[in-house]
């Protein structure tokens, strides 16, 4: 069982999909405390309900990066966390922080990485006139959203899609993949090889194949 910390920011769905996988036994894991920099997020509240710690560490509180992550590390630590799960969290951690927590901080990314980093992706997507985007659960470093990939699901985009629509469909993909990133890392069965993630026990699936819009159109 591994000792899960969660940062959020807002409204907290991911750590949701998080909480139910670890009740209901799809990830060998439990989240031990959620640490919000925003204190009305209601991602806390989902925490509460599940009777999970929580601790509020609003950034504005400390003068630079360093010393905000630093309070985060001892949170974690007070709490014993083995893997730090970003689920909507809205700051960049420093490279200290990421240090001491080697290959063992996560992120999900409303898009098909390396597409679309950064903030606004789902707009640019639709903007830019993709047929599918999706989204990317990574492991952390030092960039912003360039870890090694662990999971991607993809979801078609339609010309006239509005930026809710397509944030819903992404949302209910990272619903999914999520937990299932989280429970490979539980297993043991992740291993990153400089930028590459390999995942133990993988098979290859060579019919499988997304066209959009489909052929029978
Ligand atoms: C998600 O779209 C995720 O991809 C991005 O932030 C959003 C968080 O949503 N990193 P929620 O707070 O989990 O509902």
């Known amino acids: 069982m591994i000792r ?6 807002g409204s907290g769905s991911n750590l949701q999909s998080i909480l139910d996988a670890c009740e209901s036994g799809a990830i060998d894991g439990e989240v031990s405390v959620v640490i919000s920099n925003v204190s009305g997020a209601f991602a806390l509240e989902r925490a509460r309900k599940k ?23 001892a949170r974690l630590d007070a709490h014993r966390v083995e893997l730090v799960v970003l689920a909507g969290f809205m700051r960049v951690l420093t490279p200290e922080f990421l240090r001491s927590f080697p290959g063992r901080v ?5 898009a098909l990485l390396p597409s679309f980093p950064g903030l606004g992706v789902r707009q640019k997507a639709i903007d830019h006139g993709v047929r599918f985007s999706g ?3 990574h492991f952390v470093d030092e960039g912003v959203d360039t870890g ?13 899609d509005t ?5 819903e469909r992404i949302l209910r993909q990272e619903h999914q993949i999520y937990p299932k990133a989280i429970q490979l890392f539980a297993q043991g069965r992740l291993e ?3 930028r590459k993630v390999f995942i133990r026990d993988l098979g290859k699936d060579d019919s499988l194949c ?7 159109t």
């Open 148 to 160: 090694p990939i662990i999971i991607q699901a993809v979801v078609p985009v339609y010309s006239d």
């Open 4 to 9: 899960i910390g969660v940062l959020v920011s």
């Open 135 to 137: 989204c990317t659960v």
């Open 106 to 110: 996560m992120n999900i990314h409303p």
């Open 210 to 216: 997304l066209v959009n819009p489909r052929l029978d």
């Open 192 to 194: 990153v090889v400089g």
């Open 51 to 73: 009777g999970v710690a929580t601790r509020v560490v609003p950034h504005g509180n400390y003068p630079d990066r360093a010393h905000f992550d630093a309070e985060l590390k």
């Open 163 to 167: 930026e809710d629509e397509l944030k």
